[in-house]
DNA sequence: AAAAAAAACTGATCTATATCAATTTTATTA
DNA sequence: TAATAAAATTGATATAGATCAGTTTTTTTT
């Protein structure tokens, strides 16, 4: 397809997006044949809400943001990893992205046509299951932020994010964010002024250690506490 | 499996859920034999957040909410007609509720195993994809809703209210609302009395014609002007 | 290494919306 | 049909959190 020199490839890939174990060798070597991999720089956008959700792309290395916009305002929805899945949600419903996409750091992302995943999905009844399964697990996660967004004041939503990165995403208790305070505020909902501010009285309240972008939970039970009481 | 007399049939049911279209005549009768249909009166609750995702629901006639909660918060998600379906969202991922479910009227609602449909799923991929196509609808819905949440105040939010309940819920401009004040505050995430003033200040500003539930829309413009400004 | 730009932070002020407390209307039960 | 309970409504008050206006720190560019 192209011929540019790749970094991975689809079978020996150490990043596979979990419903690609479902798929023989000479699926996957349907995917490698069709697929791009792009690099690209901290910051940049990989995919555009409102624009055609023609490719499922795949983050073989780096980390990204997903998030709606409306106006000029942006709420981040979730953090993506090396393994993480792009536009799934698309598939055989509509061909507009909802969200858009943008690296957290220099990234390599696989970009892989729809329409070969949907001819697997036909043909791998393991694969379809796997995706349902994939699809779910990202409705699951919506529901635990919608509650977060909606129902629980900047405290808890505060703690709410940090048990989340620290539990979800980088599965550590002391983590190196690579989210900017506006992102933050993104995520959480709340102005850049109120992130900053709480972040600083966890801080000050050893509830956390925070030093710049440097985070480490002191209080695992101060934090799930804040998250309950909202 | 049951003897009681069933209102319904599934190969004749004209209520059936888009995915059912995809089945042949003796999946249909599996899916039959294999369901149970049940009364509930208005109120009552057909299944409850932190519960057994055992089964598959379908209304087939009334109407529900689906809704979290959170203390003693809460969200009401979506409004459920007949022909849709409740637990999609637990196939091949969790065995655990998120989210509770109420009727708005009294109601029929046919239970299938997710056994039932899990196997479906696998020997039918034509109903497999109309899963993830309900899915993604679901999940699309899922976003209008979190930014109108998250990024609008309350006049934005109670029209994209609106707006949804005549376009997406009911189809006209002129509708008998099954929800309560409360409801609209629960589906708008407002206070009760917020939701009551601001419903009496778009009927004084002649933006809508409200009568206890009778709703009307006098003013599209507005109404979607008011959604965008949020 | 200096200059410029962007991000992080802080304090003061403002406002959207919740909460509270009561009253009226509607629905339910005796 | 009266009595009771629940839902809807209204006005007054309180407050969480946004916005504004800076200052400081960090990062990027020249």
């Known amino acids: 397809m192209n011929n540019r020199k790749k970094k991975y490839n689809c079978i020996s890939c150490p990043k596979k997006a979990n419903c690609f174990d479902k798929l023989s060798k000479e699926e996957l070597k349907l995917v490698d044949d069709n697929r791009l991999e792009i690099k690209y720089n901290k910051g940049e956008i990989i995919c555009k809400q409102g624009g055609f959700a023609y490719n499922i792309l795949h983050i073989t290395e780096g980390s990204a943001k997903l998030y709606v916009e409306h106006n000029d305002k942006k709420l981040i929805l979730s953090l993506l990893n090396h393994t993480d899945l792009i536009g799934l949600h698309s598939l055989f419903y509509n061909n507009v992205l909802e969200y858009s996409a943008a690296c957290l750091e220099n990234s390599y992302i696989c970009s892989i046509s729809t329409n070969i995943i949907s001819t697997l999905i036909r043909e791998n009844i393991e694969f379809a299951t796997s ?100």
Chains 1, 2 share one sequence.
């Open 131 to 230: 995706i349902i399964s994939t699809l779910n697990k990202d409705t699951s996660r919506f529901y635990n932020r919608i509650i977060s967004l909606t129902q629980k004041q900047l405290h808890g939503r505060l703690a709410d994010a940090i048990l989340h990165f620290t539990k979800e995403i980088y599965n550590s208790d002391e983590i190196e964010l690579k989210l900017s305070r506006k992102d933050i505020a993104d995520f959480t909902g709340m102005s850049t002024e109120s992130a900053i501010r709480i972040l600083k009285e966890f801080h000050n309240d050893k509830i956390i250690d925070l030093d710049g972008k440097k985070l480490k939970i002191i209080s695992h039970q101060i934090l799930e506490k804040l998250s309950e009481i909202g």
